[in-house]
């Protein structure tokens, strides 16, 4: 599985952050952003009904992983795997939450600010890291000042990240990014606006591949 999403995201390197979707709007705002380009979708835990959400997409869209954002427990690991989620993302690098994840083979992306929160992360186990917030941490110029002495692991810059900046990221030396509301927004989500999700992430992945 974690074969599967380091593939989506070499595809197309970024993860599609759903936070705050209606669970009764996210299959069709799932699909709009799959037919943007998207491969890999994350549902925040502290979204509506997060879990019914991911039963949602990974019962229905079968050419996207979906994964879980915000997991902050080792009962968060458990509920969002049971629901169907093909990879987790985490705020904070926890060696048990982590622990867990490996242990059900499901790949974890533990949120990562410093170079010894991330060379941790790896020695965890972790697929990627999530760097967070990136934007707050130096942006792009942080991403390649860290990649080098820490080995080039694989990054994945989150917070602050839009069409305008992800190409620098990546440039960068970020293995992909994570973006979020400056793509999706809010009120979009909430409406179920499936013509703004689809064009903002067509736009968005155009920017970067």
Do not use: Q
């Amino acid at each position: 599985m974690t074969v599967d999403l380091l593939e989506a995201l070499r595809r197309v390197p970024a993860i599609a952050i759903l936070r705050g979707c209606p669970s009764r709007h996210i299959a069709m705002v799932a699909n709009a952003a799959m037919e943007g380009g998207f491969t890999a979708l994350e549902v925040t835990l502290d979204s509506p009904e997060p879990y019914r959400s991911i039963e949602r997409i990974a019962g229905t869209a079968a050419d996207v992983l979906v994964g879980a954002g915000t997991v902050r427990t080792i009962a968060d690991v458990e509920k969002a795997v049971d629901s169907g989620a093909a990879f987790l993302v985490s705020p904070l690098v926890d060696p048990a939450v982590i622990a867990e994840a490996v242990r059900r083979n499901v790949p974890i992306l533990p949120g990562a600010a410093t170079p010894t929160e991330i060379a941790h992360a790896v020695r965890a186990g972790a697929a990627a890291v999530k760097v967070f917030p990136a934007i707050h941490l130096g942006g792009p110029a942080y991403i390649r000042a860290i990649s080098g002495p820490l080995g080039h692991p694989r990054l994945v810059p989150t917070g602050g990240v839009t069409a305008e900046n992800a190409s620098l990221f990546l440039a960068a030396g970020a293995f992909a990014v994570g973006v979020g509301g400056s793509v999706f927004s809010r009120d979009a989500l909430e409406a179920g606006d499936v013509v703004r999700v689809r064009s903002s992430a067509s736009s968005f992945v155009k920017a970067i591949t």
